[in-house]
């Protein structure tokens, strides 16, 4: 690859360019739905009033994804944000690759086809149940179905995991009631047999992610694999129990669930089978992944692992090559903002909390888990226990590491994410999403505040929106949605809002210029730190949102 260009006008701000990212908090359409606005944030507010600022496009077409209704997520607004560029992404290569049919004539889903016919074994299918297109979508899944039937499998076996954090928080029944008919379409004719085996809620089974709670593989495994847990005779009715158990309890958090026909479970995972993942994104992916195809386990007590023949849908890092077979691949992404800084000797640092620290690295770097030469990488572990109970997170220890590196001046760059706005939001408690969105005021304090000492720059945007639109909104008059006593209905999924971008020069010496972008997302934000740094952005990113110098 090319290397930078120095910018001959401007060498760069004596002390470090710091890209703060305040993972979820967007910019809100609804005063009474707005946490952010609705939080105590002075520092926020001041940098609104008194240093550059715009709002950024962070969903849709300006991420990759098809269409300008489909929100952003943090995987895909990291990778905007690491490359300076727009790469067609999860939900639209595998929708792509499934209307075009090439994913079919790919020779893993041959094999796993095969596989099924010539022993006569059941092809299962284990993933989040909704049309959020962010980590999965309901109409690939019906789409593989319907092909699985034409191409002649008998016994179709689906695991799916509840959503209630990408759609509606209690809007699970709705999908079941679609995919009820779906099916009694499909097993019409009798030549198939094709139902529901096993599930429960995402944040409760299954797709935990960066090794922050295996007990939640440890429950779908033993739910999908062994088919061992509560059993019901039908999904409808382990929903409605648990609703009628635990009034209140949000989609996401629903046990899991086994699905019995004749007294016995109707889909336990056994050798000769084969097993589709078909979340297209990998972080909450890839420990279910290592559960299926690892020799050896040490995080949960496994068992024997069943002799299957086991695929995800995309292929969840390139790096560490997992899975071994996957339906689509994913995006190629190359260049890097880090990979140019490091090819320029620019000594980066990389740190968040554990839930988000796979973004701030991995993703950021292009779905590429390998540090580039000049990188140090630091996660702070974080709580295990409900986002709510503890809504500051570790923004206090990830702010005092930040601090640290500044001031250290061993860094040229420095990359943070607080993931408060997001995983809080999540929650739909509003009172906890206010106290997450002021630590992270608080934060930024601290790192002006050292910035100021050592003549550094303050760049500071989102990945997406969330603790911002909180309330569920009637379609059809846009008014807040209330419940039969008058509660508001809380929203946990993020927004399609834009996201706000500081850029904040305390010393004033780089002379720093708003420029105006057309369009501009948060893919523009590499261009911006590097033309911070002091260097020529690639031509083929996307524009700087600051001129220097």
Known sequence: MENLKKNEAFGGPKGPVVLAIMDGVGIGKNPESDCVKLADTPMLDWLHDNAIYTELAAHG??????????????????????????????????????????????????????????????LHFIGLFSDGNVHSNINHLEAMLNKAKEQGVKKARIHPLIDGRDVPPTSVLEYVERFDKFLEGINADGSVDYCVASGGGRMNITMDRYDADWSMVDRGWKAHVKAEGRSFASMTDAIESFRSEKPGILDQDLPAFVIERDGAPVGPIVDGDSVIFFNFRGDRSLEITKAFEADELSEFDRGPKPAVLYAGMMQYDGDLGVPEKYLVTPPAIDRTMSEYLSN??????????????????????????????????????????????????????????????????????????????????????????????????????????????????????????????????????????????????????????????????????????????????????????????????????????????
């Open 61 to 122: 077409i300006a991420v990759g994804l098809p269409d300008d209704g489909d929100m952003g997520n943090s995987e895909v607004g990291h990778n905007a944000i690491g490359c300076g560029r727009v790469f067609e992404q999860g939900a639209a290569l595998v929708g792509a690759a499934i209307s075009s049919g090439s994913m079919y004539e790919g020779s893993v889903w041959k094999e796993l086809i095969s596989n099924s016919t010539e022993k006569e074994s059941a």
């Open 344 to 549: 320029e000797g620019v000594k980066q640092f990389a740190i968040s909390e554990t839930q988000k620290f796979g973004h701030v690295t991995y993703f950021f770097n292009g779905n590429n888990s390998g540090k580039f030469e000049t990188e140090t990488w630091m996660e702070i572990p974080s709580d295990v226990c409900p986002f709510e109970d503890a809504p500051r997170m570790k923004a206090d220890e990830v702010t005092d590491e930040v601090v640290k590196a500044i001031e250290s001046g061993d860094y040229d760059f420095i990359r943070l994410n607080y993931p408060n706005g997001d995983m809080v939001g999540h929650t739909g408690d509003f009172e906890a999403v206010k106290v997450s969105v002021k630590a992270v005021d608080e934060g930024l304090t601290r790192i002006i505040e050292a910035l100021k000492k050592t003549n550094g720059v303050l760049v500071c945007s989102a990945d997406h929106g969330n603790s911002d639109d909180m309330c569920e909104l009637d379609k059809k008059t846009g008014e807040i949605k209330h419940d039969a006593a008058g509660k508001t209905l809380p929203k946990t999924s993020h927004s399609l809002n834009p996201v706000p971008a500081y850029v904040y020069d305390p010393s004033g010496e780089s002379n720093i210029r708003k420029v105006a972008v057309e369009s501009a997302g948060i893919a523009n934000l590499a261009a911006t730190c590097i033309t911070l740094l002091g260097y020529v952005p690639p031509t083929d990113y996307t524009p700087s949102i600051v001129e220097v110098g």
